[in-house]
């Protein structure tokens, strides 16, 4: 433990530990599937604390993924990853992409680029979208949870059967069945996680089905190692060709130090005659797909340049997908007592098509935004846990988020996917309407960056994200500027009081579980009767000792320079509670102006574990932060 | 292999790999210990391509350190540890020192603050020091190796005794007796590097001893959470109190959530009469310390702050030395040919005081400037492997070079104690020139930032840094820059050609054991028959075929935008050698500015496998650098 690289602080625990018999298979919560989404959420567990009596993951697969699946990490989700300890390497190994390029074809069998464009998310803290092998994603996580002691991942484990049967042991209601190496085993759980993705186990087993539509087009993915004269094989590209499109996305540097690429390509049947430009109309039939049918596809989209893979084994992966979007119409099932038990994160409760780079994002961020509402629940920590069992308000918030989410990017994708069929560019074609087509795509994309970035996200109204706490009446301004409630709370690099150094506000907010108060002081903070002294003693006094230790920390930016000031000069509680997490707001990043805040008012906001907004109020807002809070944590007094 | 978080191109071997006898205990290369210097060394070594068959790493340690000794790392060797991907994890979990504190004491037991300074190095990557547990900076290289498929080090190993024995293989002329879990081994091997630190086994066998001085003053170490009320415990200070001096040098956060300090005390005996203020003269006796004794000093020296250890197991480590400057005459010892077989490497050579941080990072760098030697020779890649076997000017080059820096080390580590010595202080302030001795006190921290940050690091002339190889007529502007043969290749962001991203220069040249030719074109370089053309031609069909493949690789650096070409535009050798390491000289930095180049003239410059600058040159050198090149590495045509 000592040794972990992340700085580790359970969360503690108000419940009784789990208690087992001999030989009984218990757990607190199962995990079916160790993909993306699975893994974020097991480490996220044992992050907070919950071992692996507690928490039990699954999967069915004897190792981990080795080449192809998802690749693109978007930047909201390495935020998290860094919030985690899990960006670094990630974001060395993996390749940054800058650049766009859109191809069009000329005249029959050829293509030529009609622009380059940079790519980038503006207020993000990694601008880039990053490009990497999911395998070695997944292993950061396999890595890291080693760090927490126990043995993470229970592989050659295949669920087979799910049931309520809460009769025996209604804190324990549900009942996997799971294939251990070819053993039966009977388990018993609290809550169960369905993180198994596309072909769901658990979806069967709870009779739920995913709705949605499954367009006819196929396309073929490859991982390879390209020998080619293309001059943008290594930007990100869109390549629009007489025979099918094409997406190019640039890929990490691999062992023998060359790069990797990825392409999507569009696949369908020649027609018999070749008429026109029509030759391509005819939907393959996914079994008919081969890797030489994809490459023999590719050599000709590519034209007048040459493709080919460079040398032996430089073909790494393929596959081949038919685009839908599907998703459930809820992603919690209750017991019959209405208690939320089972959970859906993922490829299992949304699929939708690969190329916008969702695929790892969104299933992840899923689980990072269950994980700590399910943390808080096991441990006691929600206030619900003690008052009313049967009603988890916090844990339900889990389905009107991330549903409204999936429905948002299936609504996305659908557009997307559009966008690049071949049809509608013959039919821009044959209009003479390129440019519209052209200018249309580059809009979309710029509009949508927002959403598939992952930091536009904004959840809706509900007891953790309450937009309309704020009185507008009393300051107009509060919650126009970044910092507003339903959002993730951007980063900033501040100048910390205690040692000077320059830090990012992100980085003091490391995914550990615990809610944030952030005071952002007035001016007159060194006024012992002022708003800021005041609303730190209240915060210092009575807000934070309420909550269980280690559930809530506290920030405070000051909107001037810090060197006017001793310790002594200022609220006793910013050092007791914030050493480290005391900022001038104004000297590296101006953090009133890009939050939009008012330096001679102030303001309060909370940050959920998940780094989203909570509520956003000022200064004298006290009484209504600590209903909040009341709301989302247990008391302890 | 493949799933190394490092791009992983092995050194090719032209020399046969070793040949053992059934039994044999045989190895190109055995180091002596798995400190930061030995470790560094095997990781560097398997990342060349050698591996436990080759080079065998012991110590007699069971397992690595958990607490205590070196706690800094300087920013050059960030740098290094980045090239090596390993830096990453390191600067998330260390501590960044952004600024200093002086504490000068006023009147009898108190202190005040003189004034608050900012630490950085200009130039550098990483600007600032980072402070972080030596086990932990272990850990990194421990798991690295593991990527290489090896076991890594053979712990409880102990080497008993070295010897040359050339009789009975000539090749293999040393023997090295280790006791093994308590059994005795024999090893036979070509080079023996002994990294087993300032009590070195291999020092004792050779029957060589270090020179120079150790003074009296004892002084206590201890690494705490501290409960302090003193201003500064976040920041570096010095503190000069009338108990005598104290370092508080600021450390990571830890698994508890607190952060650690690491504190530097100075122990003296009061003296009986405690007459005035030289109540402390008398030396204290190593034997003497204890932690009570370090904490009983702690305690005065901060007042009228109070101090103590954070509840308890507040305190982590400690120890206590006697301050001293000692190295060996040479850093190789040579077997009866006269061919060097033994290096030695870290405190096994050197040994000073541990204030300025240097401990981890000057026998790191030792190891770094001697594994790319070490396996050019091993692996037949030394020009002279082939012709003079008992000859290797490439080896030689270890000990002029490192030998000088830490000449450089002690000399400066005598100024910087002498410093700090409270005799001085006493003389200052009787003469009431205490103005004078903070002003030089800052002044010569300041001029040794250059040498301990590690970055101004110059080696002197050798067959693989000439300084005198251009001729100062034909371009007297050329080396005077920051591109400077014998120093460090400093980092700059650049614009890619072929992708658009920005990267940082030093990403594209990892530590692989490659040279790198630079060739910063003029802004010709679209003009087929001008002299960048000429240049990039030669380089391709002359120079970089005549060495094995992955001993060279080729930069390209472009003064002006790149929007205004196509690959074919410019010469056919840029894509093929170097299509990822093409870049705008501009766009980002001004990388001709800072190096010291002019656009119109252009320059070629040679970058050694360590990152120091070999040469620099005219676009016209083109002989002169095939020459270098030659005496460098061995040549295949
Ligand atoms: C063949 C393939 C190709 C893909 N290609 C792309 C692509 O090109 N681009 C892109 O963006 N996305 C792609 N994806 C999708 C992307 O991999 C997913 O969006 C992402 O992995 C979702 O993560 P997840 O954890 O929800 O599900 P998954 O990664 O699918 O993980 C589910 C895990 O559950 C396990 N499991 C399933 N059933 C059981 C059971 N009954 N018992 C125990 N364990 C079980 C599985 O073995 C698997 O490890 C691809 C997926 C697949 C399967
Ligand atoms: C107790 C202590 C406290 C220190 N405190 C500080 C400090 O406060 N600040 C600072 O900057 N530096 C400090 N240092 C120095 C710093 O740790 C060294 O400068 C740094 O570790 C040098 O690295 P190295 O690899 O050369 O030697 P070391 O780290 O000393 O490594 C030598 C290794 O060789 C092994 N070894 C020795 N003999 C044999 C043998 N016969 N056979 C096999 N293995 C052998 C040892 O077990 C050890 O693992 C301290 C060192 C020690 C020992």
């Known amino acids: 433990m000592r040794e972990s690289p992340f700085c580790w602080v359970p969360l503690p625990r108000l419940s009784p530990e789990i208690a087992k018999r001999e030989g009984e298979y218990k757990h607190e919560i199962i995990i079916v599937g160790a993909g993306p989404a699975g893994l974020m ?14 928490v039990l993951c699954i999967d069915d697969k004897p190792k981990r993924l080795d080449r192809g699946h998802a690749d693109g990490l978007q930047p909201r989700t390495m935020e998290v990853l860094k919030s985690l300890g899990l960006a670094d390497r990630i974001l060395h190994t993996g390749r940054h992409l800058w650049e766009f390029a859109f191809w069009e074809h000329t005249r029959e069998k050829s293509i030529k680029r009609s622009f380059i464009a940079p790519t980038m998310t503006e207020g993000a803290r ?22 927490y002691g126990g043995k993470g991942v229970q592989r050659n484990s295949k669920l087979v059967d ?95 130090g060359t790069y990797l690429t990825r392409l999507y390509v569009e696949l369908k049947h020649p027609t018999k005659n070749g008429l026109c430009r029509d030759r391509y109309l005819h939907n393959m039939r996914r079994d008919d797909v081969s890797k030489d049918i994809i490459m023999r596809r590719v050599v000709e989209a590519f034209q007048p340049y040459y493709f080919r893979p460079k040398g ?85 918030t889990y389905h009107t988020e ?17 966008m690049f ?5 013959i039919t821009s074609r044959c209009n003479s309407h390129r440019n519209v087509a052209l200018s249309k795509f580059i809009e979309t994309h710029r509009d949508s960056n927002e959403f598939t970035s992952g930091c536009g996200v904004e959840y809706p109204e509900s007891v953790l994200t309450m937009k309309l706490f704020h009185r507008p009446h009393e300051d107009p301004s509060l919650g126009v500027g ?22 990012n506000l992100q980085d003091d907010l490391p995914s550990n579980g615990c809610f944030r108060v952030l005071c952002f002081t007035s001016t007159d903070l060194l006024d012992s009767t002022g708003k800021s002294a005041q609303a730190l003693c209240h915060l210092s006094s009575t807000t934070l000792p309420r909550f269980p230790s280690s559930t809530i920390e ?17 609220p006793h509680g910013i050092r007791y509670w914030s050493e480290m997490r005391f900022y001038n707001g104004y000297e590296v990043n101006d953090a009133y102006a890009i939050y939009g805040l008012d330096p001679a008012k102030g303001a309060l906001a909370i940050v959920r574990p998940d780094g989203y907004i909570g509520v956003v109020g000022m200064l004298t807002d006290l009484d209504r932060i600590d209903h909040y809070l009341g709301g989302c944590i247990a008391t302890i007094r």
Not at 167 to 184: C, L, R, S
């Open 554 to 570: 506290q920030l405070v930016i000051y909107p001037a320079p810090l060197d006017a000031f001793e310790w002594e000069h200022i």
């Open 126 to 147: 990694y601008k880039q979208v990053t490009t990497i092998n999911q395998g070695l994603v997944e292993r950061e996580f396999e890595d890291g949870l080693l760090h």
């Open 41 to 54: 959420l097991k480490f996220l567990l044992s992050h907070y604390g919950l071992n692996d009596e507690s």
């Open 312 to 396: 032996d084994g430089a073909i790494h992966w393929w596959s081949s997908y038919q685009i839908g979007q599907r998703m459930l119409d809820r992603f919690i099932i209750e017991d019959s007592l209405g208690m939320g038990r089972i959970f859906f994160v993922g490829d299992a409760c949304h699929t939708h098509s690969p190329k916008a780079g969702q695929g790892m994002n969104v299933s992840m961020m899923d689980s990072y935004n269950l994980s700590w509402k399910l943390a808080y629940s096991v441990l006691g920590l929600t206030p619900q846990a003690t008052s009313l069992p049967n009603s988890n308000p916090i844990l339900e």
């Open 421 to 425: 069929s071949r049809e509608r560019d």
């Open 162 to 256: 799910v049931q309520f049967d809460g009769d025996e042991d209604p804190e324990f209601p549900i009942t996997a069945q799971v294939d251990v190496n070819g053993t039966t085993r009977r388990y018993r759980t609290k809550f169960l996680v369905a993180a198994d993705g596309a072909h769901s186990t658990v979806r069967r087993c709870m009779g739920v089905h995913m709705r949605g539509e499954s367009r006819d087009d196929v396309w073929g993915v490859i991982d390879l190692v390209a020998d080619t004269d293309f001059p943008d094989i290594q930007r990100r590209c869109f390549i629009q060709s007489e025979a099918g499109s094409i997406f190019v996305v640039p890929r990490e540097q691999i062992y023998s």
């Open 402 to 418: 991330r549903f409204s989410v999936a429905q948002e990017l299936i609504h996305f994708d659908r557009k997307y996917s559009t």
């Open 482 to 503: 970044a910092l507003k409630a339903g959002k993730r709370l951007p980063d900033l690099r501040l100048k910390r009081y205690a040692d000077g150094s320059h830090c």
